[in-house]
C-alpha cells in the first residue's frame, strides 16, 4: 500500500520533532516554552500542510513556521507588557525596571513628560501613545481608521512638540 504525499509529510514531521524541539529551545532559552513552540508550530503545519509545496525544502517550511510563532507571540508579550489601561491617563504606563524612573528624580522626569503629553490633543496624543507603546504606523492607521500618512505626521509633529516643549529641560 503506498502512502500518499500528506501521509508522508505528516510522517516525517512526526520524525522532525526532536529537531524542531532543539531550535525552539534555541529560540526560548526555556524548556516549557520550546515545548509549547514545538506543539504550536505542528499543529500549525499539520493544519496548513496542504500548502506545502513539492520543491521546497520540507525542514525549513517547517522552521519558518516556528520561527514566524515565536516572533508573532514575541511581539504580543512586548505589547501586554507595554500596556496602557486609559489612553486618558499616561501614569499607568508600564515601563521596564532599568529605565531610570524608579529613582525620585526620573519618577519627577516621566510625570513632567507624561504631563506634557496628556495635554495635547486626542488626535495627536492617541497615535504618538500607541506608537510608543510599540505599534507600527500601519497598525495605528488601521485602528484608528486613518490614511499611513495622517498617522506618520501626527506622530512626528506630536514628537516634534514634545522636543520643543521640553528642549530647555535638563
Given at each position: 500500500m503506498k502512502m500518499s504525499n500528506k501521509q508522508t509529510l505528516e510522517q516525517d514531521l512526526v520524525l522532525m520533532q526532536s529537531?524542531?524541539?532543539?531550535?525552539?529551545?534555541?529560540?526560548?532559552?526555556?524548556k516549557d516554552e520550546a515545548q509549547d513552540l514545538t506543539q504550536e508550530a505542528t499543529l500549525k503545519a499539520l493544519t496548513n500542510i496542504d500548502k506545502y509545496y513539492d520543491n521546497v525544502n520540507f525542514k525549513g517550511w517547517?522552521?519558518?513556521?516556528?520561527?514566524?510563532?515565536?516572533?508573532?507571540?514575541?511581539?504580543?508579550?512586548m505589547r501586554i507588557q507595554t500596556t496602557i489601561e486609559n489612553p486618558e491617563n499616561l501614569y499607568n504606563l508600564n515601563i521596564?525596571?532599568?529605565?531610570g524612573f524608579n529613582t525620585?528624580?526620573?519618577?519627577?522626569?516621566?510625570m513632567e513628560i507624561m504631563s506634557v503629553i496628556n495635554?495635547?490633543?486626542?488626535?495627536?496624543?492617541?497615535?504618538?501613545?500607541l506608537h510608543f507603546r510599540g505599534y507600527k504606523y500601519d497598525?495605528?492607521?488601521?485602528k484608528l481608521g486613518l490614511p499611513l500618512?495622517?498617522?506618520?505626521?501626527?506622530?512626528?509633529f506630536a514628537?516634534?512638540?514634545l522636543q520643543e516643549i521640553l528642549k530647555d529641560y535638563k
Amino acid at each position: 500500500m503506498k502512502m500518499s504525499n500528506k501521509q508522508t509529510l505528516e510522517q516525517d514531521l512526526v520524525l522532525m520533532q526532536s529537531n524542531m524541539l532543539s531550535y525552539a529551545l534555541t529560540l526560548t532559552s526555556n524548556k516549557d516554552e520550546a515545548q509549547d513552540l514545538t506543539q504550536e508550530a505542528t499543529l500549525k503545519a499539520l493544519t496548513n500542510i496542504d500548502k506545502y509545496y513539492d520543491n521546497v525544502n520540507f525542514k525549513g517550511w517547517v522552521f519558518t513556521i516556528m520561527h514566524n510563532i515565536f516572533v508573532n507571540n514575541y511581539r504580543r508579550f512586548m505589547r501586554i507588557q507595554t500596556t496602557i489601561e486609559n489612553p486618558e491617563n499616561l501614569y499607568n504606563l508600564n515601563i521596564p525596571q532599568s529605565s531610570g524612573f524608579n529613582t525620585p528624580e526620573g519618577r519627577y522626569t516621566y510625570m513632567e513628560i507624561m504631563s506634557v503629553i496628556n495635554n495635547f490633543a486626542d488626535e495627536y496624543k492617541i497615535p504618538f501613545t500607541l506608537h510608543f507603546r510599540g505599534y507600527k504606523y500601519d497598525e495605528i492607521a488601521e485602528k484608528l481608521g486613518l490614511p499611513l500618512g495622517t498617522v506618520k505626521s501626527r506622530i512626528f509633529f506630536a514628537r516634534k512638540r514634545l522636543q520643543e516643549i521640553l528642549k530647555d529641560y535638563k
